[in-house]
């Protein structure tokens, strides 16, 4: 019964202008269950028919029936699984993988094949017993002697079932012992049912075939049979129970194992790819933590001015540099505003900074005029004595409360500042009051402050009516956006129609810090996507010096049945593990960072969030995908036969 049959195939390979002819013409059938041999001088065009006979080439021209069947219309994965299920190959320099055990090799047939793992193992192990490798199994291939590797060739080549085999010169690169075990192990085969396809130029190697096929020149020359056929009925088969969801989970598994291997392999280069990685996403991590942490700190600044609160300011808006220009708010606005319904309380304050001097010590502060109700609408608490009071205005009293600060500052030996006399550009005030530290601030210490009734701050200290600011605390029941377009209208007509000042609360604070930091964000946001763009750069770049690397192995693979697909897959997921690896890596660091600014700067801290942790671990996923497709899909595209040629 014919299996293989060829009829008036031709092949060319184009050198350039001219097209050089390999194949000529040939015609023959191959029946079941026979041993051919295929002589022939070097170039002569044997291991091209070969390869056509395999599906790992094709024909230019002609026709080619596997079991009656034309593969004419047959695309790459069709072949594949064609040379997964009928053929297995013998290489003259037995291709086996070197990162692979005996055992891992004669087995990976069987991955592509779609067989479970134990099943196939267990097959894989009886097989290289049966060749005589028992105790050899879990050894590498450079742990071998050369007829031992091309045992476990063959092992690997009826891994499948091996219904007809194709040895390219199996005995090759052997001494004449090893090639003579070879050849007898092969006839063993043959007389189990095994198709043999044997290659070589060999006459005596060539006399332990059934049938003998001589080419020239890429032309049949002669075709003898010397022997019948031993056994026409083929090997057993093998049962493949392929389960899709298993085949999934074994092609994965495959891949991902492989995959580890070959970033194990290369340490070094692998460590040097991912550190493109590491920085970008450690950078990115590190840096709105950073963000966040100064947010947190400054949010919680603003939120204990309290919300109830407007600062009306000389100026046009927050930061107006000529803001000392506008001398224009003045206590007798700040009475008006007191009387307001929509108004609790409203406190003029003016401030100015100086020298505080108390006996032979002195610090810069600033000084600020407030009214009475100035510490209730600021939520400032006394730590002792008494704050100032609505006669001490009045009267415009040279007394003062100073801060926790400034207490620290003047009487650092814990002397009682209660009725001191302390120095403010020369003037003096009796200390009447100390305030409690503050909860929360927005610098790193707050600055040495003092505060005296406005009235003293005019007439001792700036000798002018204008003040730099009021401070009004809202009624009870009525809302922010009210009071301050109130406010507002208020102010503007007293001001003769001009807004020469403008009104600032915890809400539009808010609003304009977060505006900042949004624009802060995307800034970051852009300079992490171009670092991590150079990573991902790399990794491709590395990614296709790989392939080129493998390209042989690539071929291996393709010809025991690898489909396009799996190479892809096994690619992309060495890429995608590189990437990942180091975008975990890169949060770690940035977490040893964290513990660092952490123990090292007081401001604030750096705020890691669970959200921006999952974002960059997911970005640096994508990057492997993205930047490991086009190396893995150059990978999957390889012609087999070119492939295996690379050295
Ligand atoms: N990819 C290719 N491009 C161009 N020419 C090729 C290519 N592959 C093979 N050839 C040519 O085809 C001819 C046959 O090559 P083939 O490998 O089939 O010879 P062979 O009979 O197997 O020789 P050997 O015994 O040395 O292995 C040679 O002349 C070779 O130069
Ligand atoms: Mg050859």
């Given at each position: 019964m014919v299996t293989l049959e060829v009829r008036n195939i031709n092949k060319y390979y184009c050198e350039g202008e001219s097209r050089v002819q390999v194949l000529k013409d040939v015609t023959l059938s191959i029946e079941k269950g026979d041993f051919v041999?295929?002589?022939?001088?070097?170039?002569?065009?044997?291991?091209?028919?070969?390869?056509?006979?395999?599906?790992?080439?094709?024909?230019?021209?002609?026709?080619?029936?596997?079991?009656?069947?034309?593969?004419?219309?047959?695309?790459p994965d069709d072949l594949a699984r064609l040379r997964s299920e009928k053929f297995g190959f013998i290489f003259q320099r037995y291709n086996l993988l070197t990162s692979l055990s005996a055992q891992e090799n004669v087995a990976l047939p069987a991955v592509y094949g779609g067989m479970g793992?134990?099943?196939?193992?267990?097959?894989?192990?009886?097989?290289?017993?049966?060749?005589?490798?028992?105790?050899?199994?879990?050894?590498?291939?450079?742990?071998?002697?050369?007829?031992?590797?091309?045992?476990?060739?063959?092992?690997?080549?009826?891994?499948?079932?091996?219904?007809i085999i194709l040895a390219d010169e199996p005995t090759g690169a052997l001494d004449s012992k090893s090639g003579e075990n070879v050849m007898k192990l092969l006839m063993e085969l043959n007389a189990e049912g095994h198709t043999l396809i044997l290659v070589t130029h060999d006459r005596q190697i060539a006399s332990y075939a059934n049938r003998i096929i001589e080419i020239k020149d890429g032309a049949v020359i002669s075709d003898t049979r010397s022997a019948p056929i031993i056994k026409e009925e083929g090997p057993e088969i093998v049962s493949v129970s392929r389960s899709s969801w298993q085949y999934i989970r074994d092609q994965l598994g495959e891949a991902f194992r492989m995959s580890v291997q070959a970033i194990l392999a290369h340490k070094m280069?692998?460590?040097?790819?991912?550190?493109?990685?590491?920085?970008?996403?450690?950078?990115?991590?590190?840096?709105?933590?950073?963000?966040?942490?100064?947010?947190?700190?400054?949010?919680?600044?603003?939120?204990?001015?309290?919300?109830?609160?407007?600062?009306?300011?000389?100026?046009?808006?927050?930061?107006?540099?000529?803001?000392?220009?506008?001398?224009?708010?003045?206590?007798?606005?700040?009475?008006?505003?007191?009387?307001?319904?929509?108004?609790?309380?409203?406190?003029?304050?003016?401030?100015?900074?100086?020298?505080?001097?108390?006996?032979?010590r002195s610090a810069t502060g600033s000084l600020s005029g407030v009214g009475e109700q100035y510490f209730n609408?600021?939520?400032?608490?006394?730590?002792?004595?008494?704050?100032?009071?609505r006669e001490d205005v009045d009267r415009a009293r040279a007394v003062m409360v100073i801060d926790d600060t400034s207490r620290e500052e003047l009487f650092p030996n814990g002397e009682d500042p209660i009725g001191a006399i302390v120095l403010f550009n020369k003037k003096p005030f009796e200390v009447v009051g100390v305030t409690k530290k503050p909860t929360a601030t927005f610098g790193p210490r707050s600055s040495l402050t003092a505060w005296i009734p406005y009235t003293a701050h005019m007439a001792r200290v700036s000798g002018s009516?204008?003040?730099?600011?009021?401070?009004?605390?809202?009624?009870?029941?009525?809302?922010?956006?009210?009071?301050?377009?109130?406010?507002?209208?208020?102010?503007?007509?007293?001001?003769?129609?001009?807004?020469?000042?403008?009104?600032?609360?915890?809400?539009?604070?808010?609003?304009?810090?977060?505006?900042?930091?949004?624009?802060?964000?995307?800034?970051?946001?852009?300079?992490?996507?171009?670092?991590?763009?150079?990573?991902?750069?790399?990794?491709?770049?590395?990614?296709?010096?790989?392939v080129t690397e493998r390209t042989k192995e690539i071929g291996v693979r393709m010809a025991i049945g690898a489909r396009r697909f799996n190479?892809?897959?096994?690619?992309?997921?060495?890429?995608?593990?590189?990437?990942?690896?180091?975008?975990?890596?890169?949060?770690?660091?940035?977490?040893?960072?964290?513990?660092?600014?952490?123990?090292?700067?007081?401001?604030?801290?750096?705020?890691?969030?669970?959200?921006?942790?999952?974002?960059?671990?997911?970005?640096?996923?994508?990057?492997g995908v993205i930047f490991g497709y086009m190396p893995a899909r150059r990978a999957s595209m390889l012609n087999p036969v070119e492939a295996l040629a690379q050295e």
């Open positions: 041999a295929i002589i022939g001088q070097s170039g002569s065009g044997k291991s091209t028919l070969m390869n056509i006979l395999g599906c790992l080439d094709t024909a230019s021209d002609g026709s080619y029936f596997v079991d009656g069947v034309s593969i004419e219309n047959f695309g793992r134990a099943e196939r193992e267990a097959r894989a192990h009886d097989l290289l017993v049966k060749l005589g490798l028992d105790g050899k199994t879990q050894n590498r291939p450079n742990e071998l002697s050369g007829g031992q590797q091309q045992r476990v060739s063959i092992a690997r080549a009826m891994m499948n079932g091996g219904e280069r692998s460590l040097l790819t991912m550190l493109g990685i590491i920085i970008g996403i450690a950078s990115v991590v590190s840096v709105v933590a950073l963000g966040r942490g100064s947010q947190e700190k400054i949010l919680a600044g603003i939120n204990a001015m309290g919300t109830n609160t407007i600062d009306v300011r000389p100026g046009r808006n927050f930061g107006d540099r000529n803001a000392n220009r506008y001398q224009t708010l003045t206590v007798d606005d700040s009475d008006a505003l007191a009387e307001q319904s929509y108004i609790a309380s409203s406190t003029p304050t003016a401030s100015s900074s100086g020298e505080m001097v108390y006996r032979n609408v600021k939520g400032l608490e006394l730590a002792t004595g008494r704050l100032l009071t009516r204008t003040i730099s600011s009021i401070t009004v605390k809202i009624a009870d029941n009525v809302s922010a956006q009210v009071a301050e377009k109130e406010l507002t209208r208020l102010l503007t007509s007293r001001h003769r129609g001009v807004t020469d000042f403008f009104t600032m609360n915890a809400d539009s604070i808010r609003q304009t810090m977060e505006s900042t930091t949004t624009t802060m964000r995307l800034l970051i946001s852009c300079i992490a996507l171009i670092s991590l763009l150079v990573g991902g750069i790399g990794v491709m770049n590395i990614m296709l010096v790989s190479v892809l897959q096994q690619f992309l997921i060495e890429a995608v593990l590189i990437c990942i690896i180091g975008g975990f890596t890169g949060v770690l660091a940035s977490a040893g960072i964290g513990a660092l600014f952490n123990a090292f700067v007081k401001d604030f801290p750096m705020s890691f969030s669970t959200g921006s942790i999952v974002l960059a671990l997911t970005c640096s996923t994508l990057i």
